[in-house]
């Protein structure tokens, strides 16, 4: 007969801790991966300068989320005879630099295709398109969403009391906050 030895797997278990510590570094990972937008939408949130904006809002409605107004900003269309936009292409990167007023939304001042060294107000976008007359940039701002059934009480306002305050941190990086009516928040978006 021969000597067969039957390995009853005492040697080759595997070791459980290291096991639950692979799992729970693949799982902090993940949890880190996820949390980098929403870290970089508190950080514009805490540390961008508070910038009221002219908008036309229009009142759709989302199934999965509620009411929400559609952002179409004043300063999405800038006139051709405004400093720097002369020369703008769709699709170019720019930074529209805005003043602002003591009462009332932020005016668009100029607008360049690199970021101003300075500490200049500025909100990056991008040009959608352009003409003779006009340049259209999109500045990432298109929604703003409310509890069901509030969407219609902006509807019906006088778009010239609605603005919509929006942080702006130093890169030009934009977030929506509130909707004021009156110059008084009505809802606040600024939670995630």
Do not use: H
């Not at 701002?141 to 941190?169: H, M, N, Q, W, Y």
């Amino acid at each position: 007969m021969s000597d067969v030895s039957v390995d009853t797997g005492a040697a080759r278990r595997p070791d459980k801790p290291f096991t639950y510590l692979k799992w729970g570094l693949l799982a902090l990972l993940q949890l880190a991966l996820i949390s980098i937008p929403l870290v970089d939408r508190l950080e514009v949130q805490m540390t961008g300068t508070v910038v009221p904006l002219e908008l036309v809002p229009v009142d759709p409605r989302d199934l999965l989320r509620g009411d929400y107004v559609i952002i179409n900003l004043a300063i999405g269309r800038v006139p051709r005879d405004l400093a720097g936009a002369d020369s703008l292409k769709a699709g170019q990167a720019v930074f529209l630099e805005l003043e602002m007023e003591s009462e009332g939304p932020a005016r668009p001042v100029s607008v360049s295709l690199d970021q101003p060294k300075s500490d200049k107000l500025v909100i990056a976008g991008t040009v959608r398109s352009s003409n003779s007359e006009a340049v259209w940039i999109d500045y990432g701002i298109d929604a703003f969403f409310l509890p069901e059934g509030e969407g219609r009480e902006i509807e019906k306002l006088d778009t010239s009391r609605v603005l919509l305050e929006v942080a702006i941190a130093e890169d030009g990086r934009s977030l929506p906050l509130n909707l004021l009516v009156d110059g008084k928040a009505f809802k606040s978006d600024s939670s995630f």
